[in-house]
């Protein structure tokens, strides 16, 4: 049997312990074993913890019971709570402190659900002051922790400093908020000691922000020149050292500078591209290859590029044939002479020629590059290998002809294929004066090829296509010379078109070779001899157009 008022293993309460209230009933306290007011028994701590079933409800309880002290009839200490406080009764004020334990519940528990004792209502544990949580004997309480004066809460040793310098984790701290006040967390387990970082951490964090500040400043001192400052530069003319630098077609400023960079021309691509943005005439830099000096100033090395001095281009003119251009090259890589032209007859196919051109190339032709070497400006600068130049050439050729749509252009045209067409367009270009001329003399090469033709039934009966087969640029041409020649590239011999071109022609010509005039025009003769070519319909208007030829020439 357990004592009144003890808990198992508990200390007796003393009279004068102010938690020891009045004895639950009118102040006074059972005796050992006895039973208090009211006849109920006491409860055993080993009987189970649930109320009568015949309990009656609170409002049957008033009629001929003891009313418990404290209490008027009918008061509801919960509804004491929400109101405020303690409610008046007819001794006085409640004096706010808590009844006895009820028998045989663990003072520990509040929430014991032992049955209140006869005549009584169940202990508001929440109705006072002292009562959350609820009360313990004196042998199971703790002695509470003195709060902090600034906080409310004991901080420990390491008040005042901050959680990084006492050791401290600012993550854990913020994660215990949520759940409960310092002096609870103790009472689960204690307080968890705190390390200590010594005067060494102070000062390697104090190295590492200096050491960061440094590298911001040195970085942002390297972006401010790289955005805003003067870029590296030479000063003057350059020294007499020479340097080749080979620009290729559509270079930027940027691939300008890094060309001269490389070479030693300039100190940096930054102070080219302003001087080229400094420049009107900057952006008109034309591919090619370049003779300048070492360790010229950026401006210098601009102006000096913009002057054709500079410039080791090889410029093919429109109609050269292909023999001066192999001369040409050999001269520019320093090449025995024939060097290039060997190379062009034995490795053709590997030069990048269109398809449809290689598939239309016969025997007959004497070069398969003419007509494509396309007349342009190209960088050739000993060094090079002449494959590597023509390769270049052809390339740009075979661009711009598809570009044009010369296939297509071809079947629209009546010619058997795009090889036909370059090789009109070539005959325009050798025989036109002037670029007003070449439509009109595509005409003629196209009426004179119409089947049907009674005028000249077939026959082109051109002076060029002679000319290039002889190798020479002749304007008077015997008529025994040219009777007698057999080669398929004389046109007073055989009809139709030459075996191939016989001249790279230009844009002016291709395009007035793809949209001819339509004016009927048969006959054509360079009345003065040199520029001027005038046009006729029927042979007697040129009949006419000859003598005046032989008059201007004194033929």
């Not at 929440?126 to 199971?140: D, K, L, M, N, V």
């Not at 640029?473 to 004389?490: F, G, V, W």
Request: with cysteine; net charge negative; aromatic share 10%.
């Amino acid at each position: 049997m357990t004592e009144y008022g003890r808990g198992p293993g508990s200390e007796p309460w003393h009279p004068e312990d102010p938690l020891y209230g009045d004895g639950g009933w009118g102040g006074q306290q059972g005796a050992p074993g006895q039973p208090p007011y009211g006849g109920q028994g006491q409860y055993h701590p080993q009987q189970p913890q649930q109320a009568h079933p015949q309990q009656q409800p609170y409002g049957e309880w008033d009629e001929g019971q003891q009313q418990s002290y404290g209490h008027q009839q009918g008061y509801d200490p919960l509804q004491a709570q929400y109101n405020g406080g303690p409610q008046p009764h007819e001794g006085g004020w409640d004096t706010g402190q808590a009844g006895q334990v009820p028998y045989g519940s663990d003072p520990a528990d509040p929430y014991g659900q032992q049955p209140a004792a006869y005549g009584e209502e169940r202990p508001d544990f929440y109705g006072t002051p002292e009562a959350y949580p609820p009360p313990e004997p004196p042998g199971r309480r703790r002695p509470a922790p003195e709060p902090d004066h600034e906080t409310g809460w004991d901080p420990g040793p390491d008040q005042g400093e901050h959680a990084f310098f006492a050791g401290g984790d600012e993550d854990e701290d913020a994660a215990d908020a949520g759940r409960g006040s310092r002096s609870e967390r103790r009472g689960r387990g204690g307080k968890k000691p705190r390390k200590r970082r010594s005067g060494c951490a102070c000062l390697v964090v104090a190295a590492v922000f200096a050491g960061g500040i440094g590298g911001v400043g040195y970085f942002g001192y390297q972006f401010y020149q790289d955005r805003f400052g003067t870029a590296p530069d030479y000063a003057g003319d350059g020294i007499d050292t020479k340097a080749t630098v080979t620009i290729d077609k559509g270079a930027t400023g940027g691939a300008i500078g890094q060309a001269l960079k490389d070479a030693g021309v300039v100190k940096s691509v930054d102070a080219f591209v302003s001087a080229q943005g400094k420049n009107p005439e900057g952006q008109k830099i034309q591919a090619g290859v370049y003779t300048l000096k070492k360790q010229m100033s950026a401006a210098s090395a601009l102006e000096l590029m913009l002057s054709p001095k500079s410039r080791n281009n090889l410029i093919i003119p429109e109609g050269k044939r292909n023999a001066w251009v192999y001369e040409k090259i050999d001269e520019r890589l320093e090449l025995d002479k024939g060097t290039t032209k060997n190379i062009a007859r034995k490795d053709w196919k590997k030069l990048g020629l269109p398809q449809w051109a290689v598939n239309n190339i016969g025997s007959k032709v004497k070069d398969p590059l003419e007509g494509f070497l396309y007349p342009s400006s190209y960088p050739v600068a000993k060094g090079q290998k002449p494959e590597d130049v023509l390769k270049k050439m052809v390339s740009q050729a075979a661009e711009e002809y598809d570009e044009l749509g010369v296939e297509a252009k071809a079947k629209e045209l009546k010619l058997k294929n795009p090889f036909e067409l370059i090789t009109v367009a070539s005959l325009v270009q050798a025989e036109g004066k002037t670029h007003e001329d070449f439509r009109k003399m595509a005409e003629v090469i196209y009426n004179r090829l119409k089947p049907g033709n009674m005028e000249t039934v077939g026959f082109l009966q051109f002076d060029s296509t002679f000319n290039y087969l002889m190798g020479q640029s002749e304007i008077k041409i015997s008529e025994k010379e040219i009777k007698t020649n057999p080669d398929p590239y004389n046109t007073y011999k055989h009809t139709g078109l030459p075996p191939g071109p016989i001249g790279n022609p230009g844009e002016v010509a291709m395009k007035a070779a793809l949209n001819p005039s339509k004016d009927g025009w048969l006959y054509f003769v360079a009345t003065d001899g040199m520029n001027k070519t005038e046009f006729a319909k029927t042979h007697a208007e040129f009949l006419r157009l000859k003598e005046k030829f032989n008059a201007s020439t004194g033929g």
